[in-house]
Each structure stands twice: as C-alpha cells, then as structure tokens.
C-alpha cells in the first residue's frame, strides 16, 4: 500500500503551483500590428519608431534605447502614443510602460526584422 501511495503523492504535488513574484508574472507580448489587453487597456503596435540598442559585439558609450509607436484602446476613444522602453507613461488611471524587448541585438551587422519584434507591455494603475 505504502508504493501505491508514494506515485500518488509525486503526481498531486507536480499539479501544485508556486504563484510567480510580481516582476516575474507573465507580461503580454506582441508583435507590429497585433493588439493584446494590458491589464486593462487594449492596446495595438504600430509602428517601431527606434532601435539603437547597443549589439553585444560592439562596446557602447551609450546602451541606445528603443522606442514603439502604439495606439491605446480606450472608452473613451483611441490614443496614439510614443513609448520609450523603461519610461512609464501617464495613461487614463495609472502608468503603461515598455517593459521589454524581443529579440536582443547580437551582432552590429545583422539587422533585426520589423516582423521578429515582440514588444511586452505592463500597465500599473486601475485600481
């Protein structure tokens, strides 16, 4: 009895979950042109304004920085927006911010796809 207890505690205890620290939750992701909610707001990327992000093959005097043109969804109408990754931006009741971009820059030669990008989003506020 005790070996037919000991799979069945193995199978319940992998189906248990550990809740993710608040900066580690997962965060929408999207691509040019596709629309994902945020925490409240919908919101769509149109454009990708800048991407002088400093490639890990090259030594930078200045890391760069990357800035995408969204449209943010709201009730009371549309709102286009400039967003600078890491640079919150007042929206409605809280803050939306570029949280990160995808993928990385690796090589200065190599230039990245506008359909490669994957741009997450966070929105603090609404509460």
């Known amino acids: 009895m005790r070996r037919a207890l000991i799979p ?8 248990a979950t550990t809740p993710q620290p608040e900066g580690e939750r997962h965060l929408p992701a999207a691509a ?9 707001p919908q919101l769509t990327v149109v454009e990708l304004l800048e991407d002088s992000r400093c490639p890990a093959d090259v030594q930078c005097v200045q890391a760069g920085r990357v800035r995408v043109r969204v449209a943010v969804h709201l009730g009371a109408g549309d709102r ?9 931006v007042q929206v409605a009741d809280g803050a939306l911010e570029l949280v990160s971009v995808q993928p990385d820059r690796t090589v200065a030669a190599e230039a990245i796809a506008p359909a490669a990008y994957r741009f997450s989003f966070r929105f603090d506020g609404g509460y």
């Open 8 to 15: 069945l505690i193995l199978l319940l205890s992998a189906c």
């Open 32 to 40: 040019i042109g596709q629309t994902v909610m945020v925490d409240g």
């Open 80 to 88: 286009t927006l400039d967003l600078t990754l890491g640079e919150p």
